[in-house]
């Protein structure tokens, strides 16, 4: 335990001191503001509800929100738009800043870059070590401890604003947090964001002026009635062959199956509200002439990949599919109605 309390500082602890990482969470975020709030502007929709879970949540209540991604300035330029930029000056004082992830070859490539990036509390995530690996751990517990915690869900960059599938993190963090806080969840706030592709081109270091982001921020998730399941030990089918298999004197190996198939399905059953909602706040008709995607469309395009992918995930994403078809089917008889009226 003691070692896994090391290792958590080690990431959380700021290396040039509290008031090292106002300065670096101050001087980020009036740059970031310069850029979205003169060079460009800002629209947000539903702002009161994120300041408020933002400022003023419960005590001990983690705050985990989830947005499309389009660009590399996605964060942390729209975080510092959406919060009072003295918010990022006086971080000692409240604690509250958000902490993100950032892929570790990109990010902290070398020790400057270490100590700048864990100052602007981004932790660093490795490429293909998957949901296991130990600071994902440090993003759950700090989650539990009430910490915000902002993430792509997407685990990429699409800068055609393409919503694709969410990655298995999402879920595994709100479990392994729900366990850290001894059963309490925490609020989980989806929003969706457009334009920022234009502000900050893919593979582009320059931003561009004179373009209005809009941000439209969804409603608190309430995910009990799923997250309830998380790490919860299941039962043994009521099978003779499994019975017997798992009766087995030294034979455990059936129940280890189904126990670890039950968690990843409680755990992917956290993705689907998220992406839902984040397809709902998806506003084709934000600007008008703007090549948009349908609510249908993207649908239509994660049911696409998830089938692509379901030799590799397993027979537990099939309801995922079906669901999303579902969803997806539902919001194009609504719009074909809008369309009639």
Not at 331 to 340: A, I
Request: a neutral charge; charged letters at 20%.
């Amino acid at each position: 335990m003691d070692s896994l309390l090391d290792f958590d500082q080690e990431y959380l602890e700021p290396p040039w001191g509290p008031y090292g990482r106002d300065l670096t969470l101050g001087i980020v975020s009036l740059a970031s503001k310069f850029i979205l709030q003169v060079l460009n502007s800002t629209k947000v929709i539903n702002h009161e509800t994120y300041k408020e879970l933002v400022h003023n949540r419960p005590e001990g209540v983690g705050l985990l929100t989830i947005s499309n991604h389009t660009s590399t300035f996605d964060d942390p330029g729209l975080p510092c738009a959406m919060l009072p930029w003295h918010f990022f000056w006086t971080e000692h004082s409240h604690c509250k800043n958000r902490w993100t992830m950032c892929a570790s070859d990109i990010c902290f490539t070398n020790e400057v870059f270490r100590q700048f990036f864990l100052n602007g509390k981004t932790l660093p995530v490795e490429r293909g070590a998957g949901v296991g690996q130990r600071i994902m751990g440090v993003a759950a517990r700090a989650l539990a401890q009430g910490e915000w915690l902002h993430i792509f869900p997407e685990g990429r960059v699409t800068p055609d604003g393409r919503v694709g599938p969410f990655r298995q993190g999402i879920g595994r963090l709100v479990c392994d947090a729900k366990a850290a806080a001894g059963g309490r969840d925490p609020v989980i706030l989806p929003f969706f964001h457009s334009h920022m592709s234009r502000v900050m081109p893919f593979k582009s270091a320059v931003p561009r002026a004179g373009h209005t982001v809009t941000v439209a921020v969804g409603q608190p998730l309430e995910l009990g009635h799923i997250t309830c399941r998380c790490n919860q030990p299941v039962r043994l089918q009521q099978h003779p062959v499994a019975g017997a298999a798992a009766a087995a004197p030294g034979n455990g190996w059936l129940e280890q199956q189904q126990q670890q198939q039950q968690q990843q399905q409680d755990r992917n059953a956290v993705l689907l509200p998220g992406w839902q909602q984040i397809q709902q706040l998806q506003r084709p008709e934000v600007e008008e002439g703007e090549e948009q995607l349908t609510v249908a469309s993207i649908g239509s395009s994660a049911v696409v990949q998830l089938s692509r992918r379901q030799h590799r995930l397993g027979a537990d994403w099939v309801w995922w599919r079906l669901l999303t078809a579902g969803f997806a089917q539902q919001q194009q008889q609504q719009l074909e109605q809008k369309q009639v009226l």
